[in-house]
């Protein structure tokens, strides 16, 4: 089966600075998608990114940027000139390509962006 | 980008009557839509997976009778919490899948926030 981890459960950031958050995952599949989502305190989840496994080529959205490694099975997100805006949990996730295409998330991690 | 809403956004119920959540998918259809339940301070919980004309395919442990899935459009699922108990209190989500292959994606409602007393 399946799972994602997300071991950090709340980091900070000073406000322009940067910050990575780590997730790693398991599976035994050779592809799939990964993702991650924002969800400020309105709750509403918002997609951040996502990286199909076949890519080598990192993803990046402006000022957010992820750290595909698949042989270490690991997805990092990186935020760059972090905004008061950017203070939410970020959730990874896991889907299959094929079959149900449910998401499998991560706990979550918790970002405070400090002014 | 593509839009889900949830309607009602909050309730408010006696234990024994039943509550049903609708998921709409604004801008696109959606052969498939997803129903979580997210505790606070925690992940989200997927319940089950709808399917638009098809039997919903519930995850372990959660009660088919309880919680009553209808998808009876491209663009409409419905949550039943049937004979709602104060333990049924929670933040209920909807996603819908948009999109095919690679551009495969979930696009999710705004939540609804259900409290029975």
């Known amino acids: 089966a399946q799972t994602v981890t997300q071991s950090q459960p709340e980091m900070s950031v000073q406000e322009a600075e940067t910050v990575t958050l780590s997730c790693t995952y398991d599976?035994?599949?050779?592809?799939?998608?990964l993702f991650w989502y924002k969800q400020p305190p309105s709750r509403q989840m918002i997609l951040v990114i996502r990286?199909?496994?076949?890519?080598?080529q990192n993803a990046t959205e402006n000022r957010f940027s992820v750290n595909f490694q698949k042989a270490a099975k690991s997805f990092s997100l990186k935020i760059s000139d972090s905004q008061l805006g950017d203070a939410a949990m970020y959730f990874c996730?896991?889907?299959?390509?094929?079959?149900?295409?449910?998401?499998?998330f991560g706990t979550g991690t918790r970002l405070k962006v400090l002014a | 980008g593509a839009v889900v809403s949830q309607h009602p956004s909050w309730v408010i119920c006696k234990s024994g009557t039943s509550v049903k959540i609708e998921c709409r998918s604004l801008?696109?259809?959606?052969?498939?839509m997803f129903w979580y339940r997210q505790f606070p301070k925690q992940s989200l919980m997927l319940m089950a997976t709808?399917?638009?004309?098809?039997?919903?395919?519930?995850e372990q442990g959660v009660e088919k009778d309880k919680f009553l899935i209808n998808h009876a459009s491209l663009t409409l699922s419905t949550l039943t919490v049937t004979s709602a108990h104060p333990e049924d209190s929670s933040f209920y989500i909807c996603?819908?899948?948009?999109?095919?292959?690679?551009?495969?994606?979930?696009?999710f409602g705004p939540g609804t926030r259900l409290l029975v007393l």
């Open positions: 996603s819908a899948r948009d999109g095919v292959g690679a551009q495969e994606t979930q696009y």
């Open positions: 996730a896991y889907s299959r390509t094929s079959g149900t295409y449910k998401y499998i």
């Open positions: 801008d696109f259809q959606a052969t498939t």
């Open positions: 599976t035994s599949e050779s592809d799939y998608y």
């Open positions: 709808s399917n638009e004309g098809s039997k919903a395919t519930y």
């Open positions: 990286q199909e496994a076949y890519k080598q």
